[in-house]
Every structure is written in C-alpha cells, then in structure tokens.
C-alpha cells in the first residue's frame, strides 16, 4: 500500500509540473497591437541607443533626431539645479572643522576627505547630546573610520580611530 501511495503522489506531482511548464512554454502573447513611437519616447530612445553585434560600425558622429512635427533636432533639457550634487569638499571648512580635523591629524588619523571627518565628528556631538552610551557612539565612529578608503590597518587599529575620533571631537568639535 506504501508504494501505491507514493507512486501515485509522484505521478501528481509529474503532472503537476508538466502542467505548469507547458502553461510557460507557449509562445503566445498577450498583446494585440504594435506599440508606435510618439515624440517623447522617440526623444528618449534616440539618447540611449543600443547597439548589437550585427550593427555595422559607423565612424561618423550621431547627430540629434529631428521631431516630426517641427523638423527641429531635439535636445536634451539641461538638469535642473536641484539635482546637481555639489563636489565634495566644496562647502567652505569654519574655523572649528578645521581645528578638528587639524587635531585629527596630529592624533595621527588623515581621513581621504574632510566630509569623513566632520560625518563622524558631528555622530560624536548628536551621541553626546542625545546622552547615547560612549561605546555605542564609538562603535558606530569605528565603522565610518574603517569605512574610509585611505585608511591603512596596517598602521593602527580601527577601535584605536575610533577611539581618536571620538576624544577629539568630544574635546575640540562638539562644543
């Protein structure tokens, strides 16, 4: 009875799963129409070509296309202001992110950017305000100065970073 029982749950399931492939396999589709290209999507397909491997190689230049109606090439919109992100490091230090990051350095912690620096001297200060455990606040510091690129194990622990970022920005920077 045991191996009737088992025989006929994988046959189920044999079924099963025919069932489900040969409801994918069709090739069929669901769509009824060809889309058509109106002015906006042609604008965007034409500033993202695609290029396939059977495309002939053009050395000539790709001019803009022209909008149907008007017979003007098409430009792209320039990006609104909003969106541009400034450089780093172009917001001008105060005295007191330079007194910081100048302690920092002879502490012996160079961060790769001064943006590293004041992120985890400002964690420093909102901990401390906010009355956060000193370890807590140190482990979270420790994370973001491991986290920085220019940052050489080989020269001092990360938990001894931290542990710098930490006392200098208690001292000098959350004041």
Known sequence: MQRTRGKVISVVAAVAAAGLLAACGNNDSTATSTPTLSATTQASSSAAPSTTANAP??????????????GTPE???????EFVTPQSGAAALTDKDKTYLEELKKRGVTPSSPDIALTAGSLV??????????????TYVTAIAGADPSFDQSKMPVEQAGKIYYEVASASYCQ
């Open 57 to 70: 190689e053009s050395t000539e230049q790709s001019q803009p296309s022209e909008s149907p109606e008007s």
């Open 75 to 81: 430009r792209p919109e320039p990006v609104p202001t």
């Open 125 to 138: 200060c909102q901990g401390k305000a906010e009355n956060a455990p000193e370890d807590q606040i140190i």
